[in-house]
């Protein structure tokens, strides 16, 4: 066979390979792209079920709650000391389901694919006192803050981040025990912002370290269900930060959430 002959037949074979490599890679990706999409409206279909449910759970909650304010005041005539406990004791069930119901709903919104990160300078003192007026009365726990220097800044989503607190000062609050105290300390370094929750508690073992992100069927965990903490990795990965669990068992329990800084900050 001549050397152009045998040439010219190669390349029409090589050609007929790629062509059909080139035609199964289509189809595969075909497929992918459906099933991306197909996961996306599953993703979509429940956080809007999810949103649904949230509001229809949070509005007679926030009514629940509000009726009960106004009997702890006293407002409706007078209450006794056992009547108040009774009171203290829906108020503070009824909170912790608000704070539920808005885990949900962020985690269905983020899972979702659309979700948009609502960026704006944030003063991190600002967000920590918030947080810890959001968890006052539920909790008799001391909560101590703590933000020396020039003031946390970054650039951020303030409700989410006041959301993250929230769950990362209740995880302390549950993880050291009655009487514990918790210390928030917000302070800048040289890359961004570091939030520090601490508790002088019992510290966790490696079986309750593995648990902390890890959902568990109601009535299983003495300590929640695991979604806060959920919800609250995926909110400093949402800020391109990083989380991380320093606890020694009988020595308490440290969460260092470390976030980057707003990009105007020299």
């Known amino acids: 066979m001549p050397w152009t002959t045998a040439v010219l037949t190669a390349f029409a074979l090589t050609s007929v390979v790629v062509s059909v490599l080139w035609a199964r890679s289509r189809r595969e990706l075909t497929v992918i792209r459906a099933e991306n ?3 996306r409206e599953l993703a979509q279909h429940r956080a809007d079920r999810v949103a649904m449910l949230s509001h229809e759970v949070r ?6 709650s509000g009726s009960t304010e106004l009997l702890t005041d006293e407002t409706a005539g007078p209450v006794n000391e056992r009547q108040h406990r009774l009171l203290n004791t829906i108020e503070v069930n009824s909170r912790l ?15 979702s694919g659309d979700f ?10 600002r967000v920590v006192q918030d947080a810890v007026d959001d968890l006052r009365g539920l909790y008799d726990n001391r909560i101590v803050i703590d933000t020396p220097g020039a003031p946390p800044e ?4 303030p409700q989410l981040l006041r959301q ?14 009655p009487g514990a105290t918790v210390h928030v300390r917000a302070r800048r370094t040289e890359s961004g912002v570091l939030v520090t929750v601490s508790d002088d ?14 959902r568990t069927m109601a009535g299983k965990s003495p300590t929640g269900n695991g979604l806060g903490m959920i919800i609250t990795r995926k909110i400093v990965q949402l ?5 991380v669990i320093d606890t020694v068992s009988a020595h308490g329990t440290r969460v260092m959430m470390s976030l980057p800084r707003s990009s105007d900050e020299n």
């Open 97 to 111: 389901m608000q704070a539920l119901a808005q885990d949900l709903l962020t985690e269905a919104r983020i899972d």
């Open 239 to 243: 800020h391109d930060g990083r989380l």
């Open 154 to 157: 970054l650039s951020g989503d």
């Open 37 to 39: 999409l197909r996961w």
């Open 164 to 177: 993250a607190l929230v769950n990362l000062i209740t995880n302390a609050v549950r993880h050291g025990g």
């Open 59 to 64: 509005t007679p909650l926030a009514l629940i």
């Open 201 to 214: 508690g019992t510290g966790m073992d490696e079986a309750q370290q593995a648990a902390l992100f890890r």
């Open 116 to 125: 948009v990160l609502r960026a704006q300078k944030v003063d991190l003192r």
